[in-house]
């Protein structure tokens, strides 16, 4: 009987999600409050209920200023580029060191191209100006072969691809390391079975590697959509600068400048609701597809 | 028909090793370059000499770091967030993802709470309203600002739930019956078995403290109280914005901007260095914890 009540009284279960819930109600939901900010012309002084509220009229301001238009479609292009290229290149070098037969050797390279995603953009940030700057390393060999030097980061012909490729040095560590568990989980009684119908390595692949993990290329490439409108603000926000606002310029960027440089608080809100209100869409969209079609679930 | 397939295969497995080779060094040399630009005498590095080896090789830059009270100032900011923010960071994910891997039928409210923790992946306020926040908050300046806005990763909560739901049941249950509470379960049965799950997070979290470095430029206006990668972030946006200078200014300036490329260097190179020490068990965890996650209970 006692045992009982001491299996039925949760209070102990609340008493242990007190303080999550009070982080979260403060730090996450507080400022979700705080988007009313988007349709006021917000003033420090008067808070939240004492300012004027003035509608749609963000919005209308946004939507008529021309960094807006340029931030919206760099954005766009950036993350596109870099989703694509997140799962394209980690799959291209999965297959590659799958081929490879000396254990060590992969190690060595999977480990080597693990590194650089445990780094911060503040380190990574540095590195990558340091070597494509006026006096760096990149500029050292083309110096060498009789080149100008240029300045990489100061271009807008170049800035962009830097930012998008080395993002992807960044990060297709990750991936690959997906890829090549997907890679080991494969029935290798297929590979044999092929071998012995006379199928080459490169029959292999195309025809039972890539196959095999058709579903799970798919799922990464679903659930990247949720991320369209994310294009690596804290590395953009290292490499960028005043030249290249036309091409590299991304809308955290723009929030950032408007909201915390400039203190125009209602119309970077606007701006970031905006961008908060497609990406769920996004995210939305592309969960219930995976859902749909795979057997994901968050949790 | 064999002898076909093992030429093409010839060809390719050479190719295939170079080319992975080149792609191996492209994710190194950067470091190895930072490293031996470091360890260069300033002429050396303003004269463009250094490749991947130091020339004139000094502890010059190391020297003047030592005596510059910036860079050991921000590190143990560093350090201090790193040990705060774990601990809280550890109780929190402990303490919500216990009660929320009981199933409905013995917490019903597991349910509501579950979702109100999920939301928060997707929805967030943004970086201007949380910016208001924390300066009405009066948290500005503080190091609070830095650790509590991110107190509970409700990933990693995620994460530990599902481990957690895989304990078998009958070890609480010979738990309960001993007239244990659920505090004692948690800590004296759940945690010992989750330790692979547990370090998992434990690194990440670390690594996420150690590497964080906007929120210390949004939130602390005094360069005293920067953590180490904000700190490295100032220096090289510095860098940056006098890399625009250049275009258009005198070589004189130029030099002057180049001679503290060596410290500059230097204080980055440090900066990854924890990281690199730990990369090892990192690597190792990771790995581990991408199978963790996918186990879906």
């Not at chain 1, 992807?168 to 092929?194: Q, R």
Request: net charge positive; with cysteine.
């Amino acid at each position: 009987m006692k045992r009982f009540q001491i299996k039925k009284d949760n209070t102990i279960y609340h008493l242990m999600l007190l303080p999550g819930v009070i982080i979260c109600l403060i730090f996450a939901y507080g400022p979700m409050c705080g988007l009313i900010m988007a349709f006021q012309e917000y003033n420090p002084f008067k808070g939240f209920f004492g300012s004027r509220f003035v509608g749609l009229d963000n919005f209308r301001y946004l939507f008529h200023m021309p960094d807006f238009g340029t931030a919206f479609f760099n954005t766009l292009y950036i993350a596109a580029a870099k989703a694509v290229l997140f799962l394209a290149v980690p799959l291209l070098l999965a297959l590659l060191i799958n081929e490879v037969r000396s254990k060590r050797y992969v190690k060595t390279v999977q480990t080597s191209i693990f590194l650089p995603y445990f780094l911060s953009w503040a380190i990574l940030g540095g590195i990558i100006l340091e070597i494509f700057s006026l006096d760096g390393i990149v500029n050292q060999i083309l110096g060498f072969f009789g080149q100008d030097a240029v300045s990489f980061l100061g271009s807008n012909k170049y800035a962009r691809h830097i930012i998008i490729w080395t993002d992807v040095w960044k990060s297709m560590g990750y991936n690959m390391i997906v890829f090549l568990a997907a890679i080991t989980n494969i029935d290798p009684s297929l590979y044999e079975a092929a071998s012995i119908d006379g199928a080459g390595r490169l029959k292999q692949a195309i025809h039972i590697t890539i196959p095999a993990m058709a579903p799970m290329i798919f799922l990464l490439t679903v659930l990247s959509l949720g991320n369209l409108l994310n294009a690596g603000f804290d590395q953009i926000l290292m490499l960028y600068n005043p030249l290249t606002y036309e091409t590299t310029d991304v809308l955290d960027t723009l929030v950032y400048r408007i909201g915390i440089y400039n203190q125009q608080y209602g119309i970077a809100t606007a701006m970031g609701l905006f961008k908060s209100v497609i990406s769920v869409t996004l995210v939305a969209v592309s969960n219930w597809i995976a859902y749909k079609f795979t057997d994901y679930r968050i949790f | 028909m064999k002898m076909r397939r093992s030429l093409g295969e010839r060809i390719f497995q050479p190719v295939n090793i170079v080319f992975l080779l080149l792609v191996t060094l492209l994710c190194v040399l950067p470091f190895v370059y930072l490293l031996s630009v470091s360890l260069s005498s300033k002429t050396a590095v303003s004269t463009g000499q250094v490749f991947l080896w130091p020339k004139d090789f000094t502890f010059e830059a190391y020297k003047f770091l030592y005596e510059k009270p910036e860079f050991l100032r921000s590190f143990l900011v560093s350090v201090v967030r790193v040990v705060l923010g774990t601990s809280i960071n550890m109780l929190l994910v402990v303490l919500t993802a216990y009660p929320l891997s009981k199933p409905a039928s013995k917490f019903r409210a597991k349910n509501v709470y579950t979702w109100f923790f999920v939301v928060t992946m997707f929805l967030s306020g943004g970086m201007v309203p949380t910016y208001i926040l924390i300066k009405e908050l009066g948290l500005l300046d503080s190091i609070w600002a830095l650790i509590l806005p991110g107190a509970l990763n409700v990933w990693n909560m995620v994460l530990l739930m599902n481990f957690f739901r895989q304990v078998p049941v009958e070890l609480e249950e010979s738990a309960l019956l001993d007239g244990a509470g659920h505090l004692t379960i948690l800590f004296k049965v759940y945690l010992p078995v989750s330790l692979p799950a547990l370090a998992t997070i434990l690194l990440f979290t670390i690594v996420g403290h150690w590497n964080a470095w906007f929120d210390g430029i949004l939130y602390i206006n005094s360069p005293s109280k920067y953590p180490l990668q904000t700190y490295l972030a100032t220096i090289v946006q510095d860098a940056n914005m006098s890399n625009m200078r250049n275009l258009s200014e005198e070589k004189l300036q130029q030099l002057a901007v180049l001679s503290d490329k060596s410290v500059r260097i230097a204080q980055i190179f440090l900066g990854a260095l924890p990281i690199m020490l730990v990369y090892p068990f990192l690597q190792k965890y990771f790995i581990k914890g991408l199978v963790v996650g996918s186990v879906k209970g």
